[in-house]
């Protein structure tokens, strides 16, 4: 059995809101609100979800950029949901982070060699001369020529810039690699050279990685495994042919239905959501998507319902859709398939 890296538990993240003459806190926006789900060695899990949906805060409470407001996170079975000083120094140098945008999350005073160079100051890693020609060699696997050392970031095009935000997350050789809608920023020319870059690099290293996007096309071309998040919360998660054949819950139903496809044949009805999308900081009682679910039932208004694992049997609202076979667990939060 595939032992799983990254394991995240009950993760919530409350945000304080305040407001008023004395800037009192007046309740919270529930960004990520009991997410769980692991990640197994050398595994791809993408994670897509509608703007604002909490994705990018999910990504960056792993990291430790933000703390948590309650779970748990585990890499390699422990636990460094607290750890500080240099316990974190040391987890941070197994997770590392792309950043959606490749301009803003590069400094652009220093110099692309000052940039890679850095990380291997803070940790303590090789001279002078032997971090110049590690990072001569990073440049070179990422795509961009020896000449790039003494340039700076506006120098370069988005995805030139990307390569080097890449270069940077590998280049102490992590274990996981988060990727905050890495290629979003880019031309959509340039996002596949990036994409076919991130493949090559992950079967080269082994990584293990959680990939944040809103764009399905893109999710599908790298993951192995798919997690969709609405509101906060994961809402069905399974691999990849599974979520695209046969999608369990009806958000994802409505979030594929939106996927452009060329041909005519192969395009999906339009379902268009209708209703108002619950405020995070006050979230609807029930289950969070009923206010725009074409299937919504009495019971769907009042109790949460839980993410379990969804069985050939139980698969029945969706009858013009081509049933998967794969052995992986498909899971859905939907009260459809507990009656």
């Known amino acids: 059995m595939i032992e799983s ?51 990018t805060t999910l990504g960056r409470c792993i990291m430790g950029l933000y703390p948590l407001s309650d779970g748990k996170i585990s890499l390699n079975g422990q636990n460094i949901t607290d750890v500080k000083g240099m316990k974190l120094k040391a987890a941070r140098l197994k997770m590392q982070m792309i950043f959606q945008d490749p301009f803003e999350s590069l400094n652009s005073r220093h110099t692309v060699g000052e940039i890679l160079e850095e990380k291997y100051i803070i940790h303590n890693r090789l001279n002078s001369s032997e971090r110049k020609k590690e990072i001569s060699r990073l440049l070179e696997r990422v795509g961009l020529s020896k000449q790039a050392i003494t340039k700076f970031p506006h120098e370069f095009s988005g995805g030139q810039r990307q390569r ?13 690699l988060i990727c905050d809608e890495p290629v979003s920023a880019l031309d959509v020319s340039v996002q596949s050279q990036i994409l076919n870059l991130m493949l090559t690099i992950q079967s080269e290293m082994g990584l293990t990685c959680l990939f944040i996007s809103h764009d399905l096309s893109v999710v599908r071309h790298i993951s192995d495994r798919i997690a969709v998040m609405y509101l906060g919360q994961i809402v069905e998660i399974a691999d990849a042919q599974s979520i695209y054949s046969d999608p369990q819950h009806p958000y994802t139903e409505a979030l594929l239905s939106a996927v452009p496809i060329p041909d005519p044949n192969a ?7 209708k209703g108002e999308v619950p405020s995070p900081r006050n979230p609807s009682k029930g289950c969070r998507f009923h206010t725009r679910c074409r299937y919504v039932m009495d019971i769907c208004k ?35 398939h507990s009656l």
């Open 5 to 55: 890296v990254l394991r995240v538990s009950r993760l919530k993240k409350y945000f304080p809101v305040h407001g008023g003459i004395f800037l009192r806190q007046q309740g919270f926006i529930h960004a990520v609100d009991d997410v769980s789900f692991d990640v197994k060695r050398g595994e791809t899990l993408g994670l897509v979800g509608e703007s604002g949906c909490g994705k």
């Open 164 to 176: 080097i935000g890449i270069a940077r997350a590998i280049s102490l050789e992590p274990e996981v």
């Open 267 to 273: 395009r999906r009805k339009r379902i268009i959501l």
């Open 302 to 336: 009042q109790e949460v319902p839980l993410l379990a694992s969804i069985h050939a049997s139980d698969k029945t609202y969706s009858s013009d859709k081509t049933h998967s076979h794969s052995d992986s667990t498909h899971m859905a939060a939907c009260h459809l």
